[in-house]
């Protein structure tokens, strides 16, 4: 007699039952075999761009600002205006552009002119909500700035964690692919760590409400993760010390796993399962990158505390 847990599955003939069984697993080496195969590519386009050159990651990182901001807009509003959503998504991009400036400028901080352009779509965001006929033109605006804070800014600070103040002299810093890969690296073994470990012993919740799955036995297993691999990076790599590597290991864990219930929070507020579907097996680009929102500029304010 074949045992099953859905009580549908129990209440068909002994046959039926095996047919819808043997089904479901299929499908669910199939999904596997889609999100590995996704998962692989993607993290071999992050690697390849950020190791390739700094253009390359540039490159990466705007195209990826364009379709995350598209993807966030069209998730909180399915209506949104195109004068609006255009607006937003060349905002966005343009703030991105001006923050991977900022480090290569030969003073420490950008001239205002190089702003002007982002106080212009600022001025625009609001002015244009005057000649749209929106049912609640606040919430349009906090949408705008949302996708800003949420989403531009902190892809934009990446710059800073590529070209890192660790000298004294930080005008004009060098590339440094390295510091960007154990950024990633952190934030992916932690993932996997809190999967591993809240899968095995996972049992009292970390935020139910929020996100039912997680457990804190997840949680403090990703964090171990990461500083083990803190621990390696900095018998690596040498323009870190080990406290220091450890302790951004650990920063990164903590952050990236907030930016991940910030998400889920997100979504459960839209009543949606993914935030788009770009990526097969895994849902949108947001969903495989909410960890970076928060993640990023808790990284940075540590870097630029080590300096």
């Not at 075999?33 to 540039?58: D, E, H, K, N």
């Not at 901080?109 to 965001?125: Q, R």
């Not at 930016?259 to 579907?277: F, I, P």
């Amino acid at each position: 007699m074949i045992k099953c847990n859905n009580s549908y599955y129990r209440s068909l003939p002994t046959g039926e039952a095996a047919f819808f069984i043997a089904f479901h697993k299929q499908n669910i080496m199939k999904n596997l075999i889609t999100r590995s195969i996704t998962g692989i590519l993607f993290v071999a386009v992050i690697l390849g761009a950020i190791w390739y050159s700094q253009v390359s990651f540039r490159g990466l990182i705007l195209i990826t600002t364009i379709l995350c901001l598209l993807e966030f807009y069209r998730l909180v509003n399915e209506n949104i205006s195109r004068w609006i959503l255009y607006g937003d998504i060349l905002g966005g991009t343009y703030l991105v552009g001006v923050l991977f400036l900022i480090p290569n400028m030969q003073s420490g901080l950008p001239a205002i002119y190089t702003f002007i352009p982002y106080l212009i779509y600022l001025l625009y965001s609001f002015i244009i909500r005057l000649y749209l006929k929106e049912e609640n033109p606040i919430a349009s605006w906090g949408h705008s700035f949302l996708g800003q804070v949420y989403i531009a800014l902190p892809l934009g600070l990446l710059s800073f964690i590529a070209y890192p103040p660790l000298a004294a002299e930080y005008l004009l810093m060098p590339y440094n692919a390295l510091l960007v890969i154990a950024f990633f690296s952190f934030i992916w073994i932690n993932d996997t760590g809190a999967y591993i470990v809240g899968c095995t012993i996972g049992k009292h919740r970390l935020f139910e409400r929020i996100s039912p799955k997680k457990s804190w036995e997840g949680f403090f297993g990703g964090l171990a993760f990461s500083l083990l691999l803190g621990w390696v990076w900095s018998t690596q790599c040498s323009f870190l010390n080990m406290g220091q590597w450890i302790g951004l290991s650990a920063v990164v864990s903590i952050f990236s796993t907030w930016g991940d219930l910030c998400e889920s929070l997100l979504k459960r507020t839209l009543n949606v399962k993914d935030s788009g579907n770009i990526l097969p097996g895994h849902g949108g680009l947001l969903d495989r990158l909410d960890s970076v929102f928060l993640a990023s500029p808790a990284t940075v304010i540590y870097l630029y505390l080590l300096s």
